[in-house]
C-alpha cells in the first residue's frame, strides 16, 4: 500500500512571497489533515477535511494560509505571503474513516520543509 | 494549544534498558494515542488507550493511562539503536474530531 505523498520535499523562499505545498493521501481514506511542526514542538493542526469539505480549520491563519482538497482526493496548502515564523515543516496526514473520528489511526507523509529568509 | 506535555524532553540510554516516557494532559480525553517520529519523517502511529482502559501492551510497548492524575506513560523494554527518535503523546477529547499533540521527548539509544 502506497503511503502518503508529499512535494515538494524542501522548499526556501523568501518572506512576502507565497508557496504551495502538495499531499496525495492513502487511497481511499476519506479523511485529510494539514499540520505544522516547528522545530521541537509538536504537529499542530492547521486544516481538516473530510471528503472534500472542511471540518476544522479553527487554528489555520486565514489571512494568508488557504487549502483546498479538490474531488476529496489531493490537497494543495497555500501561503501568501509567507512570514519568518512560517518556517517549520508541513505535514499531511490522512485516515480511512467515514466520520473523520479522532480514534482513527492517522498516516503521516514525510513533510515539506519550508525554510522562509 | 498543544495539550499533553511530555517529560523528560530528552533521554539518553544504551541499548538493551528501558525508557519510560510520561504523558500528562489538561482536559478529559476519549483516548491518547502514542506517534513516533524518526528525524526528518513524519509520524507513525503506534498505540492507542482509550479512557476506560489502564494498560495496553504491543510487542515492546507498553502504555498506561491513569485518567485519574490526567497522565499516560509509554515504556519501551529493551531498546534498540533503531528506537532513537522523537515520541509524542497525542489526545483526543469528548466528540472531539481532532489529535493534540504534545511537545515530544526526543530519545536516543546508544549502541
Known amino acids: 500500500e502506497a503511503g502518503v505523498a508529499q512535494s515538494p520535499r524542501y522548499k526556501i523562499i523568501e518572506k512576502r512571497q507565497s508557496v504551495a505545498f502538495w499531499c496525495n493521501p492513502i487511497?481511499?481514506?476519506?479523511?485529510l489533515y494539514w499540520y505544522q511542526q516547528i522545530l521541537g514542538q509538536g504537529p499542530k493542526l492547521l486544516i481538516q477535511?473530510?471528503?472534500?469539505?472542511?471540518?476544522?480549520d479553527s487554528q489555520l491563519p486565514k489571512d494568508r494560509f488557504s487549502a483546498e482538497r479538490l474531488k476529496g482526493v489531493d490537497s494543495t496548502l497555500k501561503i501568501q505571503p509567507a512570514k519568518l515564523e512560517d518556517s517549520a515543516v508541513y505535514l499531511c496526514a490522512s485516515s480511512l474513516g467515514s466520520q473523520g473520528l479522532a480514534e482513527e489511526t492517522q498516516y503521516f507523509g514525510p513533510g515539506t520543509r519550508l525554510l522562509v529568509l | 494549544s498543544q495539550q499533553g506535555e511530555e517529560d523528560p524532553q530528552a533521554l539518553s540510554i544504551q541499548e538493551g534498558e528501558n525508557a519510560t516516557m510520561n504523558c500528562s494532559y489538561k482536559?478529559?480525553?476519549?483516548?491518547l494515542q502514542w506517534y513516533r517520529q524518526n528525524s526528518g519523517r513524519g509520524l507513525v502511529h503506534l498505540i492507542l488507550?482509550?479512557?476506560?482502559?489502564r494498560e495496553k501492551h504491543s510487542g515492546r510497548l507498553r502504555v498506561t493511562l491513569d485518567t485519574s492524575k490526567k497522565s499516560s506513560s509509554l515504556l519501551i523494554t529493551a531498546s534498540r539503536a533503531a528506537d532513537t527518535a522523537s515520541y509524542f503523546c497525542a489526545t483526543a477529547g469528548g466528540s472531539a474530531r481532532q489529535l493534540t499533540f504534545g511537545s515530544g521527548t526526543q530519545l536516543t539509544v546508544l549502541p
Open positions: 477535511f473530510q471528503n472534500n469539505g472542511v471540518v476544522d
Open positions: 488507550i482509550r479512557s476506560n482502559e
Open positions: 487511497s481511499g481514506h476519506a479523511t
Open positions: 482536559t478529559s480525553i476519549n483516548n
